[in-house]
């Protein structure tokens, strides 16, 4: 695109900083009085678990790029040196508030509710002895002190692990005078212990594995002085580098790879507040960092750790109110025939208010169906322990024809899909790990059933992962057919994720690499068209993230054609809206609340036709031409409308949850009317089952 730099970085914004602004979006959450209060911890969670992830592969990325002298600009017009100034400053104010947060308070608030967090200065002889007790039985036979000295150099420290860096003065057994050591915590160990309540003095007491650690230190070095213990984590670049066009077996070498993923080059180094600038010092020259690559936090070094808290506190009052997922009225009788359902019309779920297991009963009924002969089903993100994947291996058993596209490349998900296509090896599944260089992201299934007059097919097609657990947290719509025309565009689909040849001509779906990006931007333009001509002309999308340069300038000229445009964007977009004569009929908004916003929708008025489409794509570079991605029409106008209603309107209607994008990039939360409307407590009232009475029904039937 040749487009002066002064163009550009008024029209796009920088990818890097928009998840950051993301972030402080969620970290409002664990802000917000609204929000359950063992929720809010969940919220401070799921940001360190976010900027986890941000620091191993987009910070680690820009950091390759500098050392590499990369003087490129991206489409923001900065440079990768530029990018990395200002993240780093608006990351230490957001971990600075997300600490700031937790000590003034949500653990204030929890302390009130009797669930208490025991500070060292603060155990009695009651606790204190109990607490020493549980060092010598599970802590100290498991340590290994690394005193630094030339026959022990510095250890190498695993991804994100917890360590204590110590100062010590003395001579220990053989006359060494190292003034450090090093203690890793091993990964066996919890990093939060539960106390007795009789102990505790509270109903739910917890104390931090670094706290024990911390008092008994010197239990690691007798006879020598501590000066000082320090808890650090560093986090490492983990984004992995599989060559895969010179690689002959694309699963051995990703089992090489994924053993390096804890040893890359470190990207961020977090320290306690009690640590002194020496050892602070000591640690960034260790791992070639930098002051702008340190965060010194008041609390514990990783706040994930805490994630797992609200589970094991047994009160529902501090936690969103428990709910069963509905079901359509066609699967609403038991026992469903699945196939004879679908025979009927086309179904339609929407995740997580209606429940997921309406697919797993597609699959397992497939599995025990005599007249099934083949199953086909991607795999992208599934989880360590799958009823659904088991029913693929059950199949097999079965002397189904069973094939399974399993992305190996999933990231954080490598290892779990690589056992799960090793199983289905071993049980006589076909398993293919998709198109080199190209990531398997679309969500399909087809069952290919004989009946009368001939062979059948029958699909699935979803907006996310065949996940039986993100079901229950992610928004998703999944969509159960037999129209033919899908079924064949289907069918093609794996023929090309199997075999070899020529891309051919899919009727209904759109694909990425080839055909996703020139319909949407055909879609757009026949709105641009419209609008000119003097007609109505709308678009709605609604997407994890919108990036791709070439769908922005679409919707900039169809803003400035008179289209009137909503986005609906729950991560990063580049775009700005709100700019006079460039995208002043643009708007932007991202909700986020209970669920993870998760669907991509999008939706063309099209001269009254309306065309709605659901995808797997979010409109980014990689999905349009790095990844096998569908976009597939909804064709039946019930269910048509069934989708604008649920997943548009609600959330173009929030004014609770939902932020609003300037056109500098902020977001300005939507002030509640008197009346506010959220759209996830909506839907939820409207599909799923959350009175205790309902909900004993339901789980009868």
């Known amino acids: 695109m040749d487009v002066a730099k002064g163009v550009l970085s008024e029209q796009y914004l920088n990818r890097e900083l928009q998840l950051l602004e993301f972030n402080w979006r969620v970290l409002a959450q664990a802000e917000d009085p ?25 910070v680690a990325g820009l950091k390759e790029r500098i050392n590499m002298g990369d003087p490129g600009i991206g489409p923001d017009g900065m440079s990768a040196r530029q990018v990395f ?3 780093a400053e608006r990351a230490h104010q957001l971990v600075e508030e997300q600490y700031r947060l937790l000590n003034e308070e949500v653990l204030p608030q929890l302390a009130e509710q009797g669930i208490r967090f025991l500070r060292r200065s603060t155990w009695n002889d009651v606790q204190r002895e109990w607490i020493r007790a549980y060092f010598f039985r599970e802590l100290m036979p498991v340590l290994t002190p690394i005193g630094l000295d030339p026959a022990h150099p510095f250890p190498r420290v695993l991804n994100k692990s917890l ?18 050591a090093i203690v890793q915590a091993p990964r066996v160990l919890p990093r939060v212990i539960q106390l007795p309540p009789d102990i505790a003095g509270c109903e739910y007491g917890f104390v931090f594995l670094s706290s024990i650690l911390h008092a008994h230190v010197g239990e690691l070095f007798a006879g020598m002085n501590v000066l000082g213990c320090y808890q650090f984590r560093v986090t490492r670049n983990s984004d992995l580098f599989v060559d895969e066009e010179e690689i002959k077996d694309l699963r051995a070498a990703l089992q090489g790879e994924l053993a390096h993923r804890h040893f890359g080059n470190a990207v961020r180094l977090e320290v306690a507040d009690n640590c002194s600038k020496a050892m602070s010092d000591f640690l960034l020259e260790q791992f070639r960092l930098t002051p702008d690559d340190l965060y010194q936090v008041n609390g514990p070094v990783n706040l994930v750790r805490l994630m ?5 506190v047994d009160r529902p009052d501090l936690k969103y109110k428990p709910f069963l997922p509905g079901l359509p009225p066609e699967l609403s009788r038991k026992p469903a025939d699945m196939f004879e359902i679908i025979r009927r019309g086309d179904v339609l779920l929407h995740h997580p208010f209606q429940s997921f297991q309406p697919v797993v009963d597609f699959i397992e009924q497939a ?27 059950n199949a097999a058993k ?27 090896e071993e049980v006589g599944a076909h398993v293919v790990y998709g198109v080199v260089n190209h990531k398997t992201h679309a969500k399909m299934a087809m069952v290919v059933r004989r009946e009368e007059g001939g062979l059948k097919r029958y699909v699935h097609l979803g907006t996310g992962n065949y996940h039986a657990r993100t079901a229950r947290l992610y928004t998703d719509f999944g969509l159960f057919t037999c129209h033919e025309e899908i079924g064949a565009d289907v069918n093609d689909l794996f023929m090309q994720l199997t075999g070899l040849g020529r891309a051919g001509k899919l009727k209904h779906l759109w694909q990425s690499p080839f055909t996703l990006h020139s319909r949407v931007l055909a879609a757009i333009e026949r709105e641009i068209e419209h609008a000119r001509a003097g007609k109505r002309a709308r678009i709605i999308a609604k997407m994890n993230a919108l990036l791709e340069p070439g769908v922005i300038q679409a919707l900039y000229e169809a803003s400035s054609a008179g289209v009137q445009i909503d986005l609906i964007v729950r991560g990063v977009c580049a775009l700005r809206p709100g700019i006079k004569g460039l995208s002043e009929n643009i708007r932007v908004r991202s909700i986020i609340g209970r669920f993870l916003e998760h669907h991509r929708i999008f939706y063309f008025y099209n ?28 064709l039946d106008p019930r269910l048509k409308r069934r989708v604008v209603n649920e997943g548009l309107q609600p959330y173009l209607k929030d004014n609770v949850q939902a932020w609003e994008m300037t056109s500098d990039g902020a977001y300005v939360r939507r002030r509640r009317r ?28």
């Open 85 to 87: 100034k200002q993240v």
């Open 367 to 393: 599995a025990d169906d005599p007249n099934v002969v083949a199953i086909k089903q991607t795999v992208y993100r599934t989880g360590t322990d799958s009823v659904l994947m088991e029913a693929l291996v």
């Open 674 to 701: 008197r009346a506010g409307y959220c759209a996830q407590a909506a839907l939820l009232a409207e599909l799923a089952v959350t009175s205790p009475e309902s909900r004993a029904r339901a789980a009868r039937l």
């Open 163 to 180: 360590n204590f860096a110590v100062e010590l003065e003395g001579r220990d057994a053989f006359g060494r005078t190292s003034g450090t």
């Open 398 to 424: 079965r002397g189904k024809e069973v094939t399974v596209v399993v992305e190996l490349l999933a990231r954080f998900d490598e290892e779990a899909n690589m056992r799960w296509a090793q199983r289905l």
């Open 308 to 312: 797992t808290i609200p589970d094991r």
């Open 607 to 634: 001269d009254g036709q309306r065309d709605v489409y659901l995808s797997s794509a979010d409109w980014m570079d990689r999905n349009f031409f790095r990844r096998i991605e569908i976009c597939f029409p909804v």
């Open 34 to 58: 609204d929000t359950p209060l063992l929720e809010r911890l969940r919220f401070l969670c799921i940001v360190s678990s976010n900027l986890d992830e941000f620091f191993e592969i987009r």
